[in-house]
Structures are given as C-alpha cells and as structure tokens.
Nanobody
C-alpha cells in the first residue's frame, strides 16, 4: 500500500509564498492521480488541486487558480504544492492524497481518494 508524508507547512505572512512536499514511501505509478486538500477549523475538508502522471491533466479549485501550482517528480516519488500570494483564508491543514485514476478531473472529491497523508499545517498571518 501507499504511505504519504507531507512536509513544508509553517507560518507565512499574507502575500508570501510557501512550498509543500508530499513524499510517498511506496512507488506511485501512472495509475494514480495525486491531489491536495485542505481543512480549516470548523470547516469541511475541501479540494485544492490534482495532477496526473503525465502532468497533462490538472485541476484547480477556483479559489486558488493563478496562485497555487501543483507539480510532481515521478522519479523522486514526490508531489509539490507551490503556494503564492497567500491569503489569511488559505490557512488550514493541508493533506496529500492519491486517487486511482489517470485524469485529474476524475479526482475532484475526497471520496475518490484511497490514500491520505497526516497533514501539514499552514498559518497565514495578516
């Protein structure tokens, strides 16, 4: 089975940038889309973005389009989330997850994901 470990969370000022990493202990092949979710206190876990093996297929939540970028390094078995122009509303625990599909658009809901990391917290100060 796949084990995922997130890192890179922390405190950043509004307007700043942060990059999250998600390392898989098991090899992730072309059958898995990798995605990011986030959950703020008192709110449901929401989809942020996802990417497939070939990097042709991506999907972004409208709230982060133009500010966040997802990428993956298949040789290193790692997926990244580059977050720019951060806003206080972006503060949340961010989770990495794996979805058994080859299309990011098929992995837009949390019910589609088979594996989850433990989460890494992101705090945005204003």
């Amino acid at each position: 089975q796949v084990q995922l470990v997130e890192s890179g969370g922390g405190l950043v000022q509004a307007g700043g940038s942060l990059r999250l990493s998600c390392a898989a202990s098991g090899r992730i092949f072309s059958s898995y889309v990798m995605g990011w979710f986030r959950q703020a206190p008192g709110k449901e876990r929401e989809f942020v973005t996802a990417i497939n093996w070939s990097r042709f297929s991506t999907y972004y939540n409208d709230s982060v389009k133009g500010r966040f970028t997802i990428s993956r390094d298949n040789a290193k078995n790692t997926v990244y989330l580059q977050m720019n122009s951060l806003k206080p509303e972006d503060a949340a625990v961010y989770y990495c997850a794996a979805c058994f599909s080859n299309l990011a658009t098929m992995c837009r809901s949390r019910e589609k994901y088979d594996y989850w990391g433990q989460g890494t917290p992101v705090t945005v100060s204003s």
